[in-house]
C-alpha cells in the first residue's frame, strides 16, 4: 500500500468516529428521558392462551401506557424445571418494565386487595394484544392463581381475558345443551300443554274448564248490572216500602189487641180475689149464702162499669 493512501483511510476513520458521536448525542439528546426514568419490574402469570402478545407490547393502566413487556415465557421453564412434566402448572409467566416510582409490598397489596388486576386486551381489529391494568369489579370471582415457587419480581394477579371468558361461556352452553335430553323436556312439554288446555277448554267429565267458567261469571255480571239498573232499583226501591208500611200496620194492631187483653185478664185477677177474700172470711156464706152475681166477661174489650151483671 502505498503512502498516497494513509490519509484517505484517516480521513475515513475520522469521518465514522464523528458519524457515531453524532448519533450517540442524537440518542442521549432524544431518548434522555427513557434512559434516565425510574422503572421497576412486575410479573403477572395466564392461563389461557397470549396469541398476539409479543415482548416490546405496551403495558397500560386505563388506556394510559405505563411501561412496557419485556419478556414472555411459561412457568415451566422459568420455574418448574425442577419438576416432573406432569406436575408442572404451565403458565405463561409475562414480565414488564414499569415506569415510574416503584411500589413498595405494602402498595402492591393495597392495590391488589382494592381489585386491581391484569388482563390481555386486543388493540381493536389489528389483532395486536397489550397488558391493562385495572381496577375490576368482579375480580373476587377469579382468585389468583397458586403458585410454589418465589417469584423473581413482585406478582400482580391476572384476570382471563374478556374474549376467553365469552368463548368459555359458548362452550359451556353447547355442553350443557349436548347433555339435555331433548325428547324427553318436548314430551314433558306437551304433558303440560296438554294440561293448560284441559284447564282452559275442560274434559267434558265434570271439569268445565275455565273458559266455560269465565262465560258463566260474565252471564251473572250482566244479571247483576240488570238489578242495579236504574228503573230496576227504584221498582225495588217501592216494593220495599210497600212492606214495610204493611208490616207497621200489622205491629200496630196487634199491640192494641194485646193491651186490651191484658186489661180484661186483670179484672178477672180481681175478681177471684175478692171470693177468695169472701171464702176465708165466711165460709158458710158460699154454701148458704145467696148466689154470687155472674161475672160477665167484656166482649170485644167494653165492659159494664161495674164489671158484674145482677
Not at 465514522?16 to 431518548?31: E, K, R, S
Not at 392461563?47 to 416490546?56: E, F, P, Y
Not at 402498595?107 to 385495572?134: C, P, W
Not at 318436548?186 to 300443554?193: C, F, H, M, T
Amino acid at each position: 500500500m502505498s503512502n498516497n493512501s494513509n490519509p484517505n483511510y484517516f480521513r475515513l476513520g475520522v469521518f465514522v468516529l464523528a458519524a457515531i458521536g453524532v448519533l450517540i448525542a442524537v440518542v442521549l439528546i432524544f431518548g434522555s428521558g427513557k434512559f434516565f426514568k425510574k422503572s421497576f419490574y412486575l410479573e403477572t402469570y395466564i392461563k389461557q392462551s397470549v396469541t398476539g402478545l409479543d415482548s416490546g407490547a405496551a403495558v397500560r393502566f386505563r388506556g394510559v401506557k405505563i411501561g412496557q413487556v419485556t419478556t414472555i415465557g411459561l412457568s415451566g421453564d422459568t420455574y418448574e424445571k425442577n419438576l416432573p412434566f406432569d406436575q408442572r402448572r404451565q403458565y405463561v409467566v409475562v414480565r414488564m418494565k414499569i415506569f415510574g416510582e416503584e411500589l413498595t409490598e405494602e402498595q402492591l397489596a393495597h392495590f391488589v386487595r382494592e381489585h386491581l388486576r391484569a388482563r390481555v386486551k386486543s388493540m381493536g381489529i389489528t389483532g395486536v394484544n397489550y397488558i391493562e391494568f385495572d381496577f375490576v369489579s368482579s375480580a373476587a370471582d377469579y382468585p389468583p392463581l397458586p403458585y410454589d415457587w418465589v417469584p423473581e419480581y413482585p406478582v400482580l394477579p391476572s384476570m382471563p381475558n374478556q374474549t376467553d371468558e365469552i368463548i368459555s361461556g359458548i362452550e359451556k352452553f353447547i355442553a350443557s345443551a349436548n347433555e339435555m335430553n331433548i325428547e324427553r323436556t318436548q314430551k314433558r312439554l306437551d304433558e303440560v300443554l296438554g294440561s293448560l288446555n284441559t284447564m282452559m277448554a275442560g274434559d267434558g267429565k265434570g271439569n268445565e274448564g275455565i273458559i266455560r267458567s269465565v262465560k258463566e261469571l260474565n252471564t251473572l255480571l250482566t244479571r247483576m248490572a240488570q238489578v242495579t239498573d236504574k228503573n230496576e232499583l227504584n221498582i225495588l226501591m217501592r216494593e220495599l216500602m210497600g212492606a214495610v208500611v204493611s208490616l207497621r200496620q200489622t205491629v200496630t194492631s196487634a199491640q192494641g189487641d194485646t193491651t186490651a187483653t191484658l186489661e180484661n185478664i186483670k179484672q178477672a185477677s180481681e175478681n177471684l180475689n175478692e171470693l177468695s177474700r169472701i171464702a176465708s172470711q165466711s165460709p158458710a156464706s158460699l154454701i148458704w149464702g145467696e148466689p154470687p152475681p155472674k161475672i160477665v166477661l167484656p166482649m170485644n174489650g167494653t165492659q159494664s162499669p161495674s164489671g158484674v151483671q145482677k
